[in-house]
């Protein structure tokens, strides 16, 4: 993979498969610096953010994060007139060569959508549910001060804030439940219409 962090893009494979002697099947019927072939295929290069955020890469994880997030390019009139779809809804595949760089295609493709959703949620924000038992092992940026997360499970409401320490490694110091010790940093979730305060301290 390649990060072309001018273009804002994550290519799978460059430079495409279009002169040359090797074949690698149907990738090269896509016209040269789409999809595969030498485009940034979202679905594939979302798994690079996961592999950053669970190698502990906390800038570097949501630097390419954001390189995928489709608002940033619909922040500016430029960056508009050039991906040219819905700036809300994450693209198949935006396009890596001229003159067409920068476009974006193959938009609602719940795919790759979905595989970021959960890189978000799970390996960045650090949400782990399993069956009740619920886990916070966040990979967010040093400069993130805290944030929070409304879960409802089932008639029961946790409001989760996570802290990060400035300085601090990011790793999980303490995790409390309406001010209780969470043996183990683990959360039973339990069904009894209550709200509960979880405070995710990063150390």
């Known amino acids: 993979m390649l990060v072309r962090q001018a ?11 279009d002169k040359g002697k090797l074949d690698p099947g149907y990738i090269k019927g896509y016209v040269p610096g789409i999809r595969e072939n030498g485009g940034q295929y979202t679905h594939g290069v979302a798994w690079l953010v996961q592999a950053s955020a669970l190698l502990g890469q906390r800038e570097r994880a949501m630097e ?11 922040d500016a009139r430029d960056k508009v007139s050039r ?4 700036p809300y809804v994450l693209a198949g595949d935006v396009y890596g060569e001229p003159p067409l760089t920068g476009r974006g295609g193959w938009t609602w493709y719940t795919g790759s959508a979905s595989w970021l959703y959960r890189i978000a949620l799970e ?4 949400f782990h549910l399993r069956g ?8 967010v940026p040093a400069n993130w001060p805290s944030y929070e997360i409304t879960y409802k499970y089932k008639s029961a409401t946790y ?5 990060n320490t400035p300085g601090g490694s990011g790793a999980v110091r303490s ?7 969470a043996p183990g940093g683990v959360i039973e979730l339990a069904d009894d219409g209550r709200r509960r305060d979880v405070r995710v301290v990063l150390g």
């Open 159 to 163: 409001q989760i804030l996570i802290e």
């Open 175 to 181: 995790v409390t439940v309406d001010g209780v010790a």
């Open 64 to 74: 390419l994060f954001d390189l995928l997030n489709p608002i940033h390019h619909g």
């Open 123 to 126: 390996d960045i924000l650090g």
């Open 83 to 86: 991906y040219k779809t819905e």
């Open 7 to 17: 273009d804002g893009l994550i290519l799978l494979f460059t430079p495409p498969f």
């Open 132 to 139: 009740n038992k619920l886990t916070l092992a966040p990979c």
